[in-house]
């Protein structure tokens, strides 16, 4: 899958480097699903190890124009929730 990304997104990944001190943050970064073992993209990913826990943020970039209905919430969700980035296997 090719890495997409738009110019909110690299905003968001600018902010995000400069605010996360001693955290990785990758754009456009590649999750693995704990389930199917199939790769899926985050728009922008933090990773972290605080007191002694990896941490992992993930975030999708949504221009306004496109409404964020139900469904693309709990699809967003169920693909954060079952994704772990692809080097921890």
């Not at 469904?71 to 967003?76: F, I, K, L, S």
Request: aromatic letters at 6%.
């Amino acid at each position: 899958m090719p890495k997409r990304t738009n110019v909110f997104q690299k905003i968001v990944f600018l902010v995000k480097k400069h605010a996360a001190t001693g955290a990785t943050v990758t754009e456009s970064k590649l999750l693995r699903d704990r389930i199917t073992g199939a790769a899926r993209e985050v728009d922008i990913c933090v990773e972290s190890v605080i007191v002694g826990h990896e941490v992992v943020v993930s975030l999708e970039c949504r221009d306004r124009g496109r409404k964020a209905d139900v469904q693309w919430v709990e699809e967003m969700k169920t693909k954060h929730d079952v994704s772990r980035p692809m080097h921890w296997y």
